[in-house]
Nanobody, 124 residues
């Protein structure tokens, strides 16, 4: 069992940066693939980024490439999402997710555990 708690969301202006963090508790965090997803009002949840258990493999959705960076610290059981050059269309609830089944996952069904989400609002 893995529990995930996101933090770091907030209200920012276009062009600003935010750093989201996800704190994990439970066993074998360093064996979990971690991912970030987001869901905007009226839209389906979408994949943002994923990182393998070692941190050696990362993958990003096209709409965040070059702007967002995912990292993890297995010693602290955390995964972070550095978001730069934010745009109004990045406004969404951002969710952290963990998987014990895949090396990296780009769909929600790849993940076993989910956090409650943190709101990111980007004003124009």
């Amino acid at each position: 069992q893995v529990q995930l708690v996101e933090s770091g969301g907030g209200l920012v202006q276009a062009g600003d940066s935010l750093r989201l963090s996800c704190a994990a508790s439970g066993r074998n965090f360093n064996r979990n693939t971690m991912g970030w997803f987001r869901q905007a009002p009226g839209k389906e949840r979408e994949f943002v980024s994923t990182i393998s258990w070692s941190g050696g493999v990362t993958y990003y959705a096209d709409f965040v490439k070059g702007r967002f960076t995912i990292t993890r610290d297995n010693a602290k059981n955390t995964v972070n999402l550095q978001m730069n050059t934010l745009k109004p269309e990045d406004t969404a609830v951002y969710y952290c997710a963990a998987s014990q089944r895949v090396v990296f996952g780009k769909t929600g069904r790849d993940y076993d555990y989910w956090g409650q989400g943190t709101q990111v609002t980007v004003s124009s």
